[in-house]
């Protein structure tokens, strides 16, 4: 019983993807922040095009994906949200996402850093550390396609992965 007590009075802050509806991201997004509740939605621009015009639109670069920043006690309020289906779980337990995954999110699309989005699992080859330009000090793993040397950053547990084009130079063995 003290275990339990324990767990429902932890006031650790850890990041978590939460799994929505489809299409429903930005309204999450927005009701949860109106809740004081740190939401992260990463997004991308791409251009839309319809028979009678061209537009460049946000919108978010894991789809049905947001990242909330919650201790246990914010946790059911992130689950009672219409739109939110579920916290993305491990082994039956919420997956905690690491705070240096969010941040090499937030760098790469800050920087304006060139990436592919992959939504396929990509098994890890070679463990590599990046030594120069705008994500160094960040770890990662390399694969290659079509002979190109690339970085590949996985994200937690969504099973999705972000693929940065890093020169050789700028990366060494971890």
């Known amino acids: 019983m003290a275990k339990l007590f324990e ?8 990041w978590y993807a939460v799994y929505t509806r489809g299409n429903y991201e930005k309204v999450v997004e927005k009701d949860l922040s109106g809740q004081d509740i740190e939401v992260f939605l990463p997004r991308r621009k791409v251009l839309r095009t319809w028979v009678d015009r061209k537009k460049w ?3 978010p670069l894991f789809r049905s ?3 909330v920043r919650v201790s246990n006690r914010e946790y059911y309020k992130v689950l009672q949200h219409p739109s939110v289906l579920n916290f993305v779980s491990f082994n039956g337990k919420p997956a905690v996402i690491k705070p240096e995954q969010i941040d090499i999110i937030k760098r790469i699309i800050n920087n304006n850093i060139s990436y592919t989005l992959t939504d396929s699992y990509i098994k890890p080859y070679q463990k590599v550390e990046v030594t120069d330009g705008p994500l160094k000090g960040y770890f990662g793993e390399v694969i290659k396609t079509e002979g190109k040397n690339q970085l590949l950053v996985r994200i937690g547990h969504v099973y999705h992965s972000l693929i940065v ?3 050789p130079g700028m990366l060494c063995l971890a």
């Not at 767990?7 to 850890?14: C, G, K, M």
């Open 7 to 14: 767990y429902s009075i932890n006031r650790e802050y850890n």
């Open 57 to 59: 639109i946000e919108e």
């Open 65 to 67: 994906y947001i990242f």
């Open 165 to 167: 084009q890093i020169q």
